[in-house]
């Protein structure tokens, strides 16, 4: 007997009575632009509103000055970056500019798909990380946000900041391994 | 040794125990104030139970259901009866890609294997990634804590293990400036690592996906920049469906620091074009735990430490002090059903106040649960000599008015004229090593009514 056949043995020996599977209400709440921001500032992320579309790449050029290496999608980029990209070429980047499918206004968080990112370790390995969201498209909870979604095809993470660590006596510590800062562009 | 007697010797710095107290209080704190601010989080805590609940009485469909579809995802789905069997699948697919570089993020499944160990020994580099856990690493030392792993540590520990290891300037002590230092360290060995492994927090049946939550991004630049990715799950971590979720990552991080969300929340589904991704499946010992009534709902945890932060014993002895993998109120209900001898003593190391259960985002009865295995423990002989024959003779006492009226008359008097000494002394009487007792009433409550209630 496999391994895999003794424990599904064991498993159906030992599970108890079927008992149901609730159905998860919605729950409704707050899916106002002010609290994804309130949110999202209070754990360490920033939000900017660009009133004009169009000017999407000088606003972060002036947010990003010392930026030199930058991948983007939503403006224009130094550096290209593809599924291929050696790790050294990754490694190297200041900035990336991605499209956030939608925020949270609980948590702060945004949807960022595999297919958003160019290279499914760009928003980690890059050193400060913006995402562009389109201010209408915000949910209340994460009920919302898993009902929107409906499925996870390959990859996504739902990001709430920037990466961040309080291992050493609980400090608070913005920038562990991931991105150093989180900008939230709402256009 | 036992639980008592591993605490007594972290119980030996006082100010460093009274800091850990306070710290993880102030955990519990920010976990109410999270808490407090949803309104339905109580009706969350029914839900995630219920689902939990569900999940174990269908578990056996669920395991397959999920197998069938991350397998359709390109994954490759591996079963393990126990850790050493997990150990072997995790070398034999790090040595079938001719690795030797591994990187690693945040599970407590391949602590309770010993997988590093097992890898060393076999000539592979295993750099656990996430920072707490690293630290520990360099250190030689276990996890304190299910989600704070280093929290037993003060920021002096940590200068000192980075100068010696990683050659950081000595006496440094900020932790911005340690943190900088583990970054730089750990992006080599990220961009070096061939396989990564991962723990899963969530395990999807109806998609395939495992669901694995970090605050530093850990596990997500270790999986994209690896080969190979190996997700390792204990087989309780599965859910249904994907909305499920909804309802977990809702409870998860409040519970466990009161953030509102992980920073990182990544589902990994299939793996990226031309790499690999495996989950392997372990028991070790949860079919067992799955067969006891009394206990199979400890498998319900979502390893959030909320029990841990808030229990008065814990906190004043330190994750070492359990000496098991996941230590607190909840691995002292996991901790008998893989070696009830050897960890006879956790049960009793809870003043059973039941404020684990209180704060247990899946409602489970945690302090039951150690009052139960406390039963177990006496009828399988495990209880210590001590306590089995102060039990046996204070239930004879109790049994007879005449003798517990005698005794008592006895103490009162006894209490006032014999010396503070002997009342107090630590030997026969450790409940007044750090306690007065009471002045001793003039008579008993009996006597009272007697005289008074004609």
Known sequence: MTSREKILAAVRANQPYETPLPDVPDFGGDSSLDRFTAVLQGIGGQVVEVADAARLDEVVRHLYPTARTVAAEVISATVAVTPETPIETLAAVDLAVLRGEFGVAENGAVWLPGANMLHRALPVVSQHLALVLRRADIVATMHQAYARLGSVDSYGIFLAGPSKTADIEQSLVIGAHGARSLTVFLV | ?454
């Open chain 2, 1 to 454: 040794m036992s639980h008592s007697q591993k605490s007594d010797l972290f119980l030996l710095d006082q100010e460093r125990t009274t800091w850990h107290d306070e710290t993880l209080w102030f955990v519990r704190q920010k976990r109410d104030k999270a808490v407090y601010a949803v309104p339905e989080f109580q009706e969350l805590r029914q839900l995630a139970s219920d689902i939990k609940d569900h999940t174990l009485s269908r578990l056996h469909f669920y395991l397959q259901q999920f197998e069938e579809n991350a397998r359709r995802n390109g994954v490759h789905v591996h079963w393990a009866a126990d850790a050493d069997e997990h150990n072997r699948i995790v070398l034999d697919i790090i040595r079938s890609q001719g690795a030797t570089r591994v990187v690693k993020s945040k599970s407590m499944l391949t602590e309770e294997c010993h997988l590093n160990p097992h890898l060393i020994q076999h000539g592979v580099e295993v750099i656990d990634t996430d920072l707490g856990e690293r630290i520990i690493q360099l250190r030689d030392e276990a996890p304190s804590h299910v989600v704070l792993p280093a929290i037993h540590l003060k920021k002096e520990d940590v200068g000192e293990t980075f100068w010696q290891h990683l050659g950081t300037e000595k006496g440094l002590t900020d932790p911005q400036q340690l943190t900088e230092a583990a970054r730089q360290h750990l992006r080599e060995k990220f961009l070096a690592g061939e396989v990564a492994i991962s723990g899963v927090n969530f395990a999807v049946a109806e998609t395939g996906s495992v669901v694995v939550c970090t605050n530093e991004g850990n596990a997500d630049l270790g999986v994209n920049l690896a080969r190979v990715h190996i997700a390792c799950m204990g087989m309780e971590k599965l859910i249904p469906r994907l909305s499920d979720l909804g309802v977990f990552t809702r409870l998860l991080t409040r519970s466990a620091t009161g953030q509102p969300v992980t920073t990182y929340t990544s589902h990994f589904t299939r793996p990226a074009e031309g790499k690999e991704m495996h989950v392997v499946i372990v028991d070790n010992g949860r079919t067992k735990q799955l067969g006891r009534p009394d206990f199979r709902a400890s498998l319900k945890c979502i390893r959030c430490g909320a029990c841990m932060n808030t229990c008065p014993v814990y906190r004043r002895s330190g994750g070492h002090s359990y000496d098991f993998t996941i230590p607190g109120p909840i691995g002292a209900i996991l901790s008998p059903n893989i070696d009830m001898k050897r960890h006879a003593s956790l049960p009793f190391a809870s003043t059973l106040c039941g404020s684990c259960t209180d704060v247990c985002p899946v409602k489970i009865d945690i302090h039951t649960q150690l009052y139960k295995w406390r039963q177990v423990l006496g009828q399988a002989g495990e209880l210590p000599a001590s306590k089995k024959w102060s039990m046996k003779l204070l239930s004879r006492v109790l049994a007879r008015p005449g003798i517990f009226g005698a005794g008592g008359k006895m103490a009162r008097h006894g209490l006032r004229f014999l010396p503070h000494g002997l009342t107090h002394a630590p030997g026969y009487n450790p409940w007044a090593i750090a306690r007065e007792l009471p002045a001793p009433p003039k008579q008993s409550f009996r006597e009272w009514h007697a005289q008074t209630v004609k």
